[in-house]
């Protein structure tokens, strides 16, 4: 048999190989058109039952139709997120966010976890339109019109989208009204961060990232999530006259607030340690026993608490609090914290004002601190005290180191006031005390702005913070060691050769001396009748002021609106 030449045979088989490469090429086109026609045929709402399983967007140039005429006609100029909304679509070409075709896409599930959750960030679902935004869904889905499926989808988007934009704010600025240049800002740049965290893919997270960062933030919102996970939920308040004496009523009641397994009705040593935890955490004398503050704190709803808690988160993003380097004073927890750049706390006691002399909120910053001061009287205790005093004692200015001075501040013989004919409308002095021991401001004080004449200083009542409850100023704010803080800012807050100041051998050599800090040093003077440590346990101050019931009231009706 003759042979083919190799030549030949490999030519014949290179062609061979073609022919078959050619075929394989032309049907797998074949293939592929007929895939493709099926996929648009599947695009066709009778053809496809389940249309928007496909990652493909069928209905685009009908849905951006639909919505740039639904976003004209229901812009409501007074309403912030509404332009937020209409702004919103048009940086993304009336593209839709939450839904491919007739389906909620994995944004949109994001979304509505975040949303129902909203109770661990202390909001509260039923502001966020939960339910229908459900019903939009399934008309979306499972209306038999094409055309009304269209309109719920579009209607489903916006509301999703005013929804997304209300809660952002309220995450990150609370409940309220806030008019302010931060707020406007913040408003103004949220379209275009939300349409960043949608193309990433990531609008869980860049939600949960607007929150606040201070500490004291950050740790009350963990420590709610984990108070949510622990007590059981209710809202129906027990008596004190069912829970005084009546040892099951208070295991229940201890079991409900997360404070003991309801499985025991015996007074055993877990019960009274139970008792002791509870009464600490709403800063009760912690005796182990059902006493009467301690039976009317058991016996109030675990919702109660949340909204006490929801309340104070919603205080600290009102009040913008620094995330480090700063003082905060908590009028009802009776504390001043400093914190350093360094990330470390310093805890200091103070002594508030009196319930009808009470601390003000404050924001400002200290720019000097003032060793060895003396004392400008406020007008309110002139009139109030030092003058009714004089009437009685012409000696007192003597007695207690207490000077008058003109506006100039040059002395003024005070034996030539007639202090029984003094009309406060017409008295043009003022009332110092000065530089000694038995100066009311003690040995040292932190000097900000403000406009309440109101500072935080040394003191001579030192016995007062062995006290619990220590509200008896007349507004300004008694620090316990001031000596110490003041080391501190020093160290911290001053350069060159003021760094190296010693406070102690300042106030002993009692000569008045002003050191102003390089860099004020934020200082907030707030109201929180709630905080968290670390650990996640919450710590609840009594409401010296009465401010809680009032702003509860204002609080929840902002929730309702």
């Known amino acids: 048999m003759n042979t083919l030449p190799q030549t030949l045979t490999a030519k014949t088989n290179s062609s061979t190989s073609f022919q078959r490469y050619f075929s394989n090429l032309i049907l797998i086109i074949k293939y592929s058109l007929l895939f493709v026609i099926l996929i648009l045929f599947a695009g066709h709402e009778s053809a496809n039952p389940e249309l928007g399983k496909t990652s493909i967007e069928f209905y685009n140039s009908e849905f951006r139709q639909y919505a740039q005429s639904f976003s004209k006609s229901h812009i409501d100029t007074s309403d912030n997120i509404s332009k937020l909304v209409h702004d919103f679509y048009i940086k993304r070409q009336y593209m839709a966010a939450w839904t491919l075709n007739f389906e909620a896409n994995s944004s949109f599930s994001k979304l509505y976890e975040l949303l129902s959750s909203s109770y661990e960030f202390g909001l509260y679902p039923s502001k966020y339109s939960l339910f229908e935004i459900m019903i939009l869904k399934h008309k979306m889905a499972l209306d038999k019109q094409l055309e009304e499926r269209i309109n719920a989808r579009v209607k489903l988007e916006y509301l999703l989208t005013y929804t997304a934009f209300r809660f952002m704010i309220h995450i990150s600025c609370g409940y309220g009204n806030n008019s302010s240049e931060n707020y406007i800002r913040f408003l103004e740049g949220l379209p275009s961060y939300l349409n960043f965290h949608l193309n990433n893919e990531s609008v869980y997270q860049g939600i949960i990232e607007l929150q606040p960062v201070n500490k004291e933030y950050v740790q009350l919102q963990h420590a709610l999530h984990k108070y949510i996970q622990t007590v059981i939920p209710d809202t129906v308040e027990v008596s004190t006259k069912i829970l005084k004496g009546n040892l099951v009523e208070i295991v229940k009641s201890l079991s409900r607030h997360g404070f003991l397994q309801y499985k025991d009705t015996v007074y055993t040593t877990d019960l009274e340690e139970a008792l002791r935890k509870f009464q600490r955490a709403h800063a009760l004398e912690a005796s182990g026993v059902a006493d009467e503050n301690t039976v009317a704190e058991l016996g109030k709803s675990t919702m109660e608490y949340f909204n006490k808690i929801a309340l104070n988160l919603n205080r600290i993003k009102k009040d913008e609090l620094s995330k480090d380097n700063y003082i905060l004073v908590n009028i009802p927890a009776f504390q001043l914290n400093y914190m350093n750049g360094k990330g470390q706390l310093k805890v200091f006691n103070v002594i508030v004002g009196r319930k009808y002399t009470p601390t003000p909120d404050i924001s400002s910053r200290i720019e000097r601190i003032v060793a060895n001061p003396h004392w400008t009287v406020p007008r309110s205790i002139t009139y109030n005290e030092i003058i009714p005093k004089l009437r009685k004692d012409s000696s007192y200015l003597d007695k207690h180191g207490f000077i008058v001075i003109d506006n100039k501040e040059n002395a003024v013989n005070a034996s030539e006031i007639n202090w029984d004919s003094v ?51 007349h507004g300004c704010v008694r620090v316990q060691n001031p000596e110490e803080l003041a080391q501190y800012i020093i160290e911290d807050y001053t350069k060159g050769n003021n760094k190296k100041l010693d ?59």
């Open 423 to 473: 009309n406060p409308n017409e008295f043009n002095y003022w009332i110092r005390q000065k530089n000694s021991s038995r100066n009311a401001l003690g040995r040292i004080k932190f000097l900000f702005p403000n406009n309440y004449r109101v500072y935080l200083h040394d003191t001579q009542s030192k016995s007062l913070f062995n006290k619990k409850v220590r509200a008896y100023s």
């Open 503 to 561: 406070i102690r051998s300042i106030i002993k050599a009692k000569t008045t001396q002003d050191i102003y800090l390089e860099k004020p040093l934020s200082v907030f003077i707030k109201y929180y009748t709630c905080t968290a440590d670390s650990t996640g346990n919450i710590q609840f101050y009594p409401d010296i002021y009465s401010r809680d019931e009032k702003a509860l009231e204002t609080f929840l009706s902002e929730v309702s609106i």
